[in-house]
Every structure is written in structure tokens, then in C-alpha cells.
């Protein structure tokens, strides 16, 4: 009964936030401000949503980061929670959801298409390091998210629908700024997660770094974002530029998160 009842607070949370996510969307199309109600909506499924994380960890002993399920299940959670938090804080960017709420219904659908049974807790995630190393990773995905959110403002407004549609946001000069602004802190949050990965590494398999794929790859990103906020303070490159690597930026980070677990055969797989 505890599990039915998890899936199913899950399911309200999930169809809260697409009623969000289409209450964005046609607020853009059609010009209309239902921010307040995107914001109590967003609020709600977090609120469900939070719930069925905890039911499922008082029943499983242990958190949501063990089978891709769980990692989808969190992330949908933790991207969710920053992004609201900016849309909350920072008026000037709500019509970012009709661009941040899309990418999420893709990860939504891919958890209701996830395996929802428990896995194998292997050993070495037994220690303070791999909360404090995911939480880390988290964050930096959740500024890197909402800079794409604000990115594809800025690309949109080059159509011509788009560029009626979104006349009352601000300048692109505006949110170029925002957005590499949210970039910076992601790096700020990937650095240390990198630094406390190799910290949990050599707790759990007696060495800081050893260039498996998840390492390697989650490297790579680093340098694409060292990279994309060094060309943007450097040569001052148009929004549109800046847009396009923030978002592929974004794509490589995606990649990484979730495609590399299913082809990685090294003990750092980041799924089981």
C-alpha cells in the first residue's frame, strides 16, 4: 500500500506540474500573465512531490540516487526547486517556463517510462561524501538550467512570433546578463562537485581520480563551461552567441548525467 501510495502522490505531483508547464505556454502565446497560479502550481507538486521522495526513502532506508528511476525522480525534484526559487525571486525571467518547463516534461516522461522498484545500494555509497558530492551536481544543473530557460528567451525573440509574444521582457543585453550570471554559479557548484567526487573516490576505491567515463566526462563539461564563460567576458559575443553555448552547455551536462550511466561498465557508473 505504501508503495501505491508513493506512485500515486507522484502522479499528482507530475500532473500539477504540467498543468504548470501549459498554463505557461499558452500565458506566452497568447500574451497573459498567469504567473501567480504557474507559481502556486509549481509550489503544490513540489510540496507532493517532496512527499513521495521521503515516503520512498523511509521505506527503502536510503535515498533517491540508486537506480536511474531515482535519479530522475530527484533531479525532476531538485531542478524544479531551484528554478522555482529563481522564478520566485527574479519576476523578470517567469516567461522562461514556457522554455524550462518542455525539458522537464521530457525527464518526467522518461521517469513515468523508468523502472520504479528498488536496486542494490553498493558499499561505497555508504558515506557523507556522496550526499554532499550530489548535492553539488544538483545545483550546478539547476543554474545551468535556468540560464538555458532565460537563452531560449533570448533565441525565440528572433522569430517573428516570438518577437511579439515576448516584447514585454527585458533586453537581450539584460538577459544575456542574468544568464551568464547563473553560469557562473554553476560552475562555482560543478568545481566543488568535482572536488568532493575525487574526495569520495578515494574513500571508496583508494584513489582521487582515475579517468573513467563519468569523470571524463563530467571534466569535459567543465572545461565547456570555463570555456563558454571565458568567450563571453572575453570577446563580449552577441545574446545570440552566448545563448547557444549556454545551451550547449546544457546539452553536454545532460548527456553526462544521464546518458553515460547506461554505457559506463566502471565501478562510477552513477546509476544501478
Not at 546539452?251 to 546509476?271: D, R
Amino acid at each position: 500500500m505504501t508503495f501505491e501510495l508513493e506512485l500515486q502522490t507522484l502522479w499528482a505531483a507530475l500532473v500539477l506540474y504540467v498543468l504548470a508547464g501549459v498554463l505557461a505556454i499558452v500565458g506566452v502565446a497568447l500574451q497573459h500573465k498567469p504567473e501567480r497560479m504557474v507559481l502556486v502550481l509549481l509550489l503544490f507538486g513540489l510540496v507532493l512531490h517532496t512527499v513521495s521522495i521521503v515516503m520512498r526513502w523511509d521505506r527503502l532506508g536510503h535515498g533517491p540516487y540508486i537506480t536511474m528511476y531515482e535519479i530522475l525522480l530527484s533531479n525532476v525534484w531538485s531542478l524544479l526547486a531551484i528554478y522555482v526559487l529563481a522564478y520566485w525571486r527574479i519576476p523578470a525571467i517567469r516567461a522562461t517556463a514556457a522554455v524550462v518547463m518542455p525539458i522537464l516534461f521530457v525527464m518526467m516522461g522518461w521517469l513515468l517510462m523508468a523502472s520504479p522498484y528498488e536496486g542494490h545500494l553498493p558499499v561505497t555509497y555508504h558515506t557523507i561524501w556522496l550526499f554532499i558530492h550530489i548535492g553539488f551536481g544538483k545545483l550546478f544543473l539547476g543554474n545551468v538550467l535556468v540560464a538555458v530557460g532565460i537563452s531560449g528567451i533570448i533565441l525565440l525573440r528572433k522569430s517573428p512570433y516570438g518577437s511579439v509574444c515576448l516584447v514585454r521582457m527585458p533586453e537581450d543585453s539584460r538577459l544575456d546578463e542574468l544568464s551568464f550570471r547563473f553560469m557562473a554559479m554553476g560552475i562555482i557548484f560543478e568545481t566543488l562537485m568535482l572536488i568532493v567526487g575525487a574526495i569520495w573516490a578515494q574513500d571508496a576505491w583508494g584513489r582521487y581520480w582515475a579517468w573513467d567515463p563519468l569523470e571524463t566526462w563530467s571534466f569535459l563539461t567543465w572545461l565547456c563551461l570555463a570555456f563558454a564563460l571565458h568567450v563571453r567576458v572575453t570577446y563580449k559575443v552577441s545574446p545570440q552567441v552566448g545563448a547557444l553555448m549556454v545551451i550547449a552547455v546544457f546539452v553536454l551536462a545532460f548527456l553526462t548525467f544521464f546518458g553515460v550511466p547506461f554505457i559506463s561498465i566502471s565501478p562510477h557508473k552513477g546509476a544501478v
